[in-house]
Each structure stands twice: as C-alpha cells, then as structure tokens.
C-alpha cells in the first residue's frame, strides 16, 4: 500500500551544547512525552529527510493539542542518525544527533544538517544506542517512543534487534517502524517482526512521495503574524543574539521547503511546546529562571543597556503583553485554517503518513491516559 510520506518524523525537538533548552534527565514535570526518532541517512533516504524537514512543525502542533488529566503535556525528542558511511564503524555508523530535549529550533537546525551518504544500516545497533544512551524516564505513566525510519533489512549489523527491541519494551519504550518501500517488503525483512515484539506499530511509507500542500485562507496572515512575533523575543546572556539569530535561520529553512511548513512552525511559536527562557527575557521572566534586576548590563539588548530597572521591566511586560496578543490572533486563526483543510481533506481519500503516525502514538498514549483535542 502506497502511503505519501508526509512525514516520518513526526516529532523533533531539542538541544545539545548550547545549553538552550531544559534537558529532559533535569525535568519533573507531568505528563512527559519522550520521542526518539531514528533515521536512516543512507544515500536512497534524501527524500526522508526532506520530508522530516517539511513537516516537524505540523507533528509538534498535532503533538501539543494532547492532554493528561487536563493538563498539556512536556514534550521531549531525541534524533538519531544511522546508515551513514560518514559515521564511524566503530560506533556501528550510528550518531546521537540531539539527546532528547524541548529546543525546538535546535531540532529543526540540526535536521537541516543532516547529509545522506552510502549506507550500512544497523537497526539493532541503533535501537541499543538509544534505549542505553537517552535519559528515559522511570515513571510508568510517562509515554516513551522510538521511531525508527528506513529501507534495509532490519536484521543488518553485529547486534540483534531482537535483543534491542525486548530491551526497550522491558524499559517501558515502544517501538514503531517505518519501511521506506513496499508493505510486503517491509515484512519479509523484518520490520513488522522488530514492531510487534516490542508493542509498537509498523507501517510503511513511500520517502519520495511529493507532499500535498493545501493553500488555506489565513496562511498568509499567519505568516506576517509570525514575522511580528519574532520582534516581541528580547535576546539577554552572552548567546542571546546567536541564539535570536538561529530563531530567524529556522523560520528560512522551514520556508524554504513549503509554504505550510512556516505556517506550521508560526503555529508552534505560539503554542506552549516552544520555550526559550535560556535565552528571551520574556520566556524567562514567565518561567521564573532569572531576576531582571541582577542582569548585568553586558547580557542585556542594547536598547535595555540604559534604562533603569523599572524601565527594564516595564519593557519586558510591553513586550510580554504583544505576545500574548500576537499568540491569540494566530490561535484563532489557525483554528479556522485547521476547519478548513479538514474539510478540503474530507473531499479526497489520501492517506497521508503524519496522519498515521499521530493514529499510532494516539492509541499508545490513550493506554496512558492521554486525549487528544
């Protein structure tokens, strides 16, 4: 069965060096929801990974509509790259992208790295590596999930899936796979096999199948939206401005792969999923991380560098308070967009591989406990 790819990753988020975001081995919230996504960077999986690139946002939004108990839930994502001949074999061709973290724009840059070369494509190896390597959680109410993506036999490599696959479930951490390629295919060389043993899902995905972009109404608006949402960020610390800089650099790489990309990513902007309190004030103050009054004047903007602290803070409530208008009018609009590709969807019959990734981890959350809106 032919399904259009539009997108295997489904999720991806995060952080490493910069320390930009929260850790998730450093968080005790409720409701986690911790997602590894494996993919495969060998020569024949570029259109993957454009795919990954083209529809993280749109995942990350269907992602943050879901509850717990009521309450939103914490979303954290690891990335994991395998197959790739410029990987070490030593490490058995596998690399730890971003450990599993909520810095969305970290994600969405190193995605944008990612190079596809040869391949050697070891399924057990890096199913190991993630299940050893990632801060899972021990709470069992928590939802833990792999994502592995690719199109060689899943028996490949020095280490048994088997044994991977067992050991994740025996942790809690489900895996669902994704063959690249014909249903049956994906059968017979093991994939539903590495899914069923672990309480996962399998299905399979043409990677080079050209995403459907549906034009809505309010896309243009949204966008425009976006670009005056960026101006209500007030960069402090010694990486503010770097980090501001990388904000912008992934709203061009979401927009130059589809218009609906940077509607979506507009769309997570405004939502409860993107945080940057490490480097915005405005994020910061709202989380509680930093006192404006004992910033020092080199980690502030320049046009804070001489006001006083009532000023200072009276200018974060100013820009705090544009948000806040700015995130309303792109909820609402987005609401009226979604009615609109539903209804514009519900005159076709395609299945499209977001939709039936966001069905599997539905029906894995719902043991937890977790609704989607």
Not at 94 to 113: A, G, H
Not at 304 to 327: G, L, P
């Amino acid at each position: 069965m032919k399904r259009s790819l539009t997108l295997c990753l489904t999720f991806l988020i995060f952080m490493s060096f910069t320390g930009s975001s929260i850790l998730a081995n450093s968080v005790s919230e409720k409701n986690v929801v911790q997602l590894a996504i494996l993919l495969d960077t060998s020569n024949s999986m570029d259109g993957l990974i454009d795919q990954a690139k083209t529809q993280l946002w749109k995942i990350v939004n269907e992602m943050a509509r879901s509850k717990r108990e009521s309450e939103p839930i914490s979303l954290y994502v690891a990335l994991y790259e395998y197959g790739n001949d410029s990987l070490s074999p030593d490490e058995g061709f596998v690399r730890l992208v971003t450990p599993l973290t909520n810095d969305l724009d970290k994600i969405s840059e190193e995605l944008f790295n990612l190079k596809t070369n040869g391949g050697s494509e070891y399924c057990g190896t890096v199913i190991a590596e993630a299940v050893k390597d990632l801060k899972w959680n021990n709470n069992s109410d928590d939802l833990k999930i792999i994502f592995i993506a690719g199109n060689e036999p899943f028996t490949q490599g020095s280490i048994d899936y088997h044994n991977s696959c067992k050991d994740a479930i025996s942790k809690g951490i489900i895996i669902n796979t994704i063959y690249c390629g014909n249903y049956d295919e994906g059968v017979q060389t093991n994939w539903k096999d590495g899914a069923d043993i672990s309480d996962g899902k399998y299905i399979n995905i043409d990677q080079n199948q050209e995403i459907v972009h549906i034009d809505a109404p309010q896309d243009d608006e949204l966008i425009k939206l976006g670009q005056h949402l960026n101006d209500t960020y007030i960069a402090y610390g010694y990486l503010g401005d770097e980090l501001k800089e990388r904000q912008s650099e992934q709203d061009m790489n979401a927009g130059s792969m589809a218009p609906e990309a940077l509607v979506e990513r507009t769309v997570t902007k405004s939502g409860g999923q993107y945080k940057n309190e490490s480097w915005d004030l405005v994020d910061a103050k709202k989380e509680g991380t930093v006192k404006i009054e004992e910033l020092k004047e080199d980690q502030l903007p320049e046009e804070m560098k001489d006001m006083t602290v009532e000023e200072r803070k009276a200018y974060v409530e100013k820009k705090t308070k544009e948000r806040s208008e700015i995130q309303e009018k792109i909820n609402k609009l987005n609401e009226e967009r979604r009615k609109y590709i539903a209804d514009k969807l519900a005159e076709g019959n395609e299945y499209t591989l977001d939709a039936a990734m966001l069905k599997m981890i539905r029906e894995q959350a719902e043991s937890k406990n977790y609704k989607f809106e």
